[in-house]
Every structure is written in structure tokens, then in C-alpha cells.
Nanobody
Framework: QVQVVESGGGLVQAGGSLRLSCAAS?????????GGWYRQAPGKQRELVAT???????NYADSVKGRFTISRDNAKKTVYLQMNSLKPEDTAVYYC?????????????WGQGTQVTVSS
């Protein structure tokens, strides 16, 4: 059974930094696995923040480009999100997503979410 667990959220002042971690278990973490971060603010739909495939170019939402960096460590089965220059509008619950391709037979897995609050 694949499990995904996030950590690293918290309260930070605007302009500050946080690093989120997402640890996956129950799967090999290699070329067929894409890791990603999504977020959901109160009253809004869940939105993509960043994704990364093994050896691929990371993909970022326009709102976080230049401020956030996604990375992965296959040996540790972990995906990271380094968030710098945080803004109050970054406040949301951040969810880690792991997609194992092909999805049929692989799967699409979500963590429980971690709260990030940025004060002005």
C-alpha cells in the first residue's frame, strides 16, 4: 500500500521561507513516478503548485515561479518544496501528490495535507 506523508508546514511572516517534505512509502521511486505539490486555500479549488518527473524539467504555477523550487531524492523517496519570499496569498493547505505511471496499475496518491500560513 502506497502512503504519502507531508511535513514542514507552519506559520511564517511574509518574506520568509519554509521547506515542505513529502515522503512516500510502499513504492519504488524512479522514472515512472511523478511527484507534485498542490494547494487549497479556504473557499478556493485545489490548484497545482509544482510537479517534477525523474530527470525532467520541473513545472511551476506562474504564481510561484522564481520563488518556489521543487526537487526530489529518489533514494529517500522524498519530494521537497522550498518556498522563499512567501506572501500572504500563499496561505493554504499544501498537498503532496504521487503519480505512478501507468496510472492504471500504478496509481494516484495524496497526502493528508500540511497547513502553511503566511502572516502580513
Amino acid at each position: 500500500q502506497v502512503q504519502v506523508v507531508e511535513s514542514g508546514g507552519g506559520l511564517v511572516q511574509a518574506g520568509g521561507s519554509l521547506r515542505l517534505s513529502c515522503a512516500a512509502s510502499g513504492t519504488i521511486f524512479s522514472f515512472n513516478v511523478m511527484g507534485g505539490w498542490y494547494r487549497q486555500a479556504p473557499g478556493k479549488q485545489r490548484e497545482l503548485v509544482a510537479t517534477i518527473r525523474d530527470g525532467g524539467i520541473p513545472n511551476y504555477a506562474d504564481s510561484v515561479k522564481g520563488r518556489f523550487t521543487i526537487s526530489r531524492d529518489n533514494a529517500k523517496k522524498t519530494v521537497y518544496l522550498q518556498m522563499n519570499s512567501l506572501k500572504p496569498e500563499d496561505t493554504a493547505v499544501y498537498y503532496c501528490n504521487v503519480k505512478i505511471y501507468p496510472l492504471i496499475g500504478g496509481g494516484d496518491y495524496w497526502g493528508q495535507g500540511t497547513q502553511v500560513t503566511v502572516s502580513s
